[in-house]
């Protein structure tokens, strides 16, 4: 399981999907990367640090915001 740290970048409220750049990947974001529902909404900034938990197999599709730091 590898569990990476990124920036969020933008989330959508009502489907809980967001979109995450991840440390080192200046140039490109994941999209469409599930949310923890258990986190607050009231939390999630865009700019504030995350963790990312690409699953056993390392796929972009997989992932999931697992936590935010604000």
Known sequence: MA?????LV???SGTYVAV???DGSV????TGVAVNRAIA?????????CLVDL????DP???ILT????
């Not at 909404?41 to 640090?49: K, S, T, Y």
């Not at 699953?55 to 390392?58: E, F, I, K, L, T």
């Not at 936590?67 to 604000?70: I, K, L």
């Open 3 to 7: 569990v990476l740290r990124g920036k």
């Open 10 to 12: 933008s989330w959508d």
């Open 20 to 22: 995450v750049r991840l």
């Open 27 to 30: 140039a490109q974001a994941i």
């Open 41 to 49: 909404a009231a939390d999630m900034n865009a700019g504030d640090v």
């Open 55 to 58: 699953g056993d197999h390392g």
């Open 61 to 63: 599709g997989d992932a």
């Open 67 to 70: 936590a935010v730091v604000a």
